[in-house]
């Protein structure tokens, strides 16, 4: 059995316009009325969050004072994942045609994520999301759970997954951040890394993942040509005839057939 994992913020939504509406919103909130200050435009803003530059960092560069920064970065931190403003997240392009190939190819198909359940609920419910995913196949945080670090907790949500679930043949994380490389490398589980979420390439290179790859429909299309789980599975060998050597000879084969006629 192949099993993928996928992240949800990055592979399959699509945060930045939330983010960069919260960096305005307690920007405005954290200066002064009359005080002058650099609102980033979306792209510089999301460059630097794809940079991985502390929050406090982007208030120093949008014209706050050393502490006024600080106070920035611990609004924001209090504000960004609350419920008022999760409606500005999109589903990403091309991510439900990657789930429903998950699923058609019968795929184990989980989802692990740094989002509380009540945070997962709500973008399920409005994307039509549940049905890739069965309760038992949800890895998220309870809405009580006292965060640390991604880096830290994400870990520890593939150990208690791999500890229930049963064992598969094969075994594939995607994911968008350092959180995801380190919570597939320290459970020996292959890993793409997605280009096209919170990290840019240089940031995802410190951490080495197995892969690169643009989006989740791309990991998801490498991954049911690349698996050993699923080049053996019935259903590939149907489609693709060619797949299997005893049942038709190769194309090279044949011409060397025909030209010795
Ligand atoms: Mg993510």
Not at 29 to 48: A, G, I, N, Y
Not at 60 to 88: C, N, W
Not at 142 to 170: F, G, N
Request: aromatic share 10%; hydrophobic share 35%; proline share 5%.
């Amino acid at each position: 059995m192949l099993r993928i994992v996928t992240d949800f913020d990055g592979p399959v939504i699509d945060v930045s316009q939330r983010y960069y509406l919260v960096y305005q919103l307690c920007l405005k909130k954290t200066c002064r009325p009359q005080q002058k200050v650099k609102e980033l435009s979306f792209s510089e803003f999301w460059d630097l969050k794809r940079s991985h530059i502390p929050e406090k960092q982007i208030g120093i560069l949008s014209g706050l004072e050393d502490t006024q920064a600080e106070a920035f970065a611990k609004l924001r931190k209090q504000t960004v994942h609350t419920h008022p403003y999760f409606q500005y997240d999109a589903l990403k392009p091309g991510a439900v045609n990657a789930l429903l190939k998950v699923k058609q190819a019968g795929c184990d198909l989980l989802v692990m994520t740094m989002r509380r359940v009540s945070e997962l609920n709500y973008a399920f419910e409005k994307y039509n999301l549940s049905r890739f995913f069965p309760e038992d196949r949800r890895y998220c945080l309870s809405d009580d759970y006292v965060k640390t670090q991604d880096i830290d907790d994400k870990p520890l949500l593939m150990e208690k997954a791999l500890s229930e679930l049963p064992p598969a043949t094969d075994t594939w994380m995607i994911g968008d951040t350092e959180a995801d490389i380190a919570a597939a490398k320290k459970h020996g589980i292959k890993v793409i890394a997605i280009e096209s979420g919170i990290r840019n390439r240089t940031q995802l290179e410190r951490y080495q993942p197995n892969y690169y790859l643009p989006s989740l429909l791309d990991a998801v299309n490498f991954i049911l040509n690349n698996s050993d789980a699923s080049l053996n599975s019935n259903w590939l060998l149907e489609k693709y005839s060619q797949l299997s050597n005893q049942k038709t000879p190769s194309i090279d084969y044949q011409k060397l057939i025909s030209s010795k006629k």
